[in-house]
């Protein structure tokens, strides 16, 4: 089952723009964790945030975590052509130790 | 250099082969997993183990099985059984539960 529910599925946006991606889940988790992936290869981890954590930043990355509505957001500043790819979110339920991803948000960065 | 690999990158088969997929790591993860990706899709989770000689079924564990004898090997054989088996089948590793996932580059299968 998938866990986590990816919002928008695709999103175009010109190169200097930032760009949100938004990511829903039902159940209690450990964390969550959001995935890069050009196409046709594997996945690249980006961030990881806790449960108890609201907040991180990596680079041009940002990513919030609200508990209370089982939903997180990744946001891109300042995009650029090299960041278009899919973007997964994934959960770790709590009490399991496995990872549950999303469909993923497509990104297209035009130049 | 410290990675996952899976080989190979492409692979085709007959139906009613059984095929194994390779999988190794050098990271000293106890931790690694299986997923199947199909066009437009998010991964599922077919198998992982998270010690060895200990596996767990994923989400969509029928036609396909594991085995985990060595810490950096983990391979997935597709058999006879698993009724669509063209896809993308993802490999990954990590310390544990609660730390990121590295993936390998990927096998794609086609059965004909």
């Known amino acids: 089952s998938q866990q986590g529910e990816e919002d928008p599925q695709a999103l175009s946006i010109q190169e200097g723009e930032n760009a949100t991606m938004n990511c829903s889940y039902k159940t209690s988790i450990n964390n969550l964790q959001w995935y890069r992936q050009n196409s046709g290869r594997g996945l690249v981890h980006l961030i990881l945030i806790r449960s108890n954590e609201r907040e991180k930043h990596s680079g041009r990355l940002r990513v919030t975590l609200d508990t209370s509505k089982k939903s997180s957001s990744l946001l891109i500043t300042a995009s650029r052509a090299a960041d278009t790819a899919s973007y997964f979110c994934?959960?770790?339920?709590?009490?399991?130790?496995?990872?549950?991803f999303g469909i993923g948000t497509k990104l297209q960065v035009i130049p | 250099d410290g990675g996952i690999t899976q080989s190979p990158k492409y692979l085709f088969r007959k139906e009613g082969q059984n095929v194994t997929l390779s999988c190794e790591q050098n990271?000293?993860?106890?931790?690694m997993y299986w997923y199947r990706q199909d066009p437009g899709q998010g991964l599922r989770l077919i198998y992982y183990?998270?010690?060895?000689?200990?596996?767990q079924k994923g989400d969509i564990a029928e036609g396909y099985s594991v085995s985990r004898e060595k810490k950096e090997s983990f391979p997935l054989t597709v058999t006879s059984a698993q009724k669509n088996p063209t896809a993308f089948y993802l490999c990954?590793?990590?310390?544990?539960?609660?730390?990121?996932?590295?993936f390998g580059p990927g096998t794609r299968l086609t059965v004909t």
């Open positions: 990271l000293n993860h106890d931790a």
């Open positions: 990954a590793s990590s310390k544990g539960p609660d730390y990121e996932q590295y």
């Open positions: 183990s998270q010690i060895v000689n200990d596996f």
């Open positions: 994934a959960t770790e339920e709590r009490g399991y130790q496995k990872v549950t």
